[in-house]
T-cell receptor, first 113, second 115 residues
């Protein structure tokens, strides 16, 4: 069975700091990878996704993620965070044949103004 | 903007009560899902449906049941709530391609507390 690990449960940054949230998955085959975000009081929404091709994926609001197959990782990055990035971030994975997404435990990001 | 709605958003009830969490989507999606999430923990899939009259259990065992009589509705029921059922329940749906495209649309969740 596939699993997803997010090592940082809580991250606190000041505005303009750089962000990197770790995500590792366990599955030996071809995978599709996703980052979802949940802003306070709002529903989960898709931030970015990787299916194939360029391992550096760009998403909305200046976020990007890099797929490193050898490390089974799909870390989320943003060069300069804003207060409005305060949210909970979830990494998710499914295999090409699967019909379900497996989510990590989430990372709660707080950006201080 | 997601067109998937959950009610109630918050519910506090006593042990032994029967509860139904409603989920509706207006996107005509065939696939719908229920996830359970405890604070700081992963989202776990507890039920899913690929269409009307289709329901399956997810990877986390749950005492809840679901039904899919109409495409747009996917209610979740607990016949006799217990404190161990206290959690947040998230409903989601997806269209063509399903989770393979990553396009799951989530509701805002129903936070259940059983006293």
């Amino acid at each position: 069975a596939q699993s997803v690990s997010q090592h940082n449960h809580h991250v606190i940054l000041s505005e303009a700091a750089s962000l990197e949230l770790g995500c590792n998955y366990s599955y030996g085959g071809t995978v599709n990878l996703f980052w979802y975000v949940q802003y306070p009081g709002q529903h989960l929404q898709l931030l970015l996704k990787y299916f194939s091709g360029d391992p550096l994926v760009k998403g909305i609001k200046g976020f990007e993620a890099e797929f490193i197959k050898s490390k089974f990782s799909f870390n989320l990055r943003k060069p300069s965070v804003q207060w409005s990035d305060t949210a909970e971030y979830f990494c998710a994975v499914n295999n090409n044949a699967g019909n379900m997404l497996t989510f990590g435990g989430g990372t709660r990001l707080m950006v201080k103004p | 903007e997601a067109d998937i709605y959950q009610t109630p958003r918050y519910l506090v009830i006593g042990t032994g009560k029967k509860i139904t969490l409603e989920c509706s989507q207006t996107m005509g999606h065939d696939k719908m899902y229920w996830y359970q999430q405890d604070p700081g923990m992963e989202l776990h899939l507890i039920h899913y449906s690929y269409g009307v009259n289709s329901t399956e259990k997810g990877d986390l065992s749950s005492e809840s049941t679901v039904s899919r009589i109409r495409t747009e509705h996917f209610p979740l029921t607990l016949e006799s709530a217990r404190p161990s059922h206290t959690s947040q329940y998230l409903c989601a749906s997806s269209g063509v391609g399903g989770p393979s495209t990553g396009e799951l649309f989530f509701g805002e969740g129903s936070r259940l507390t059983v006293l």
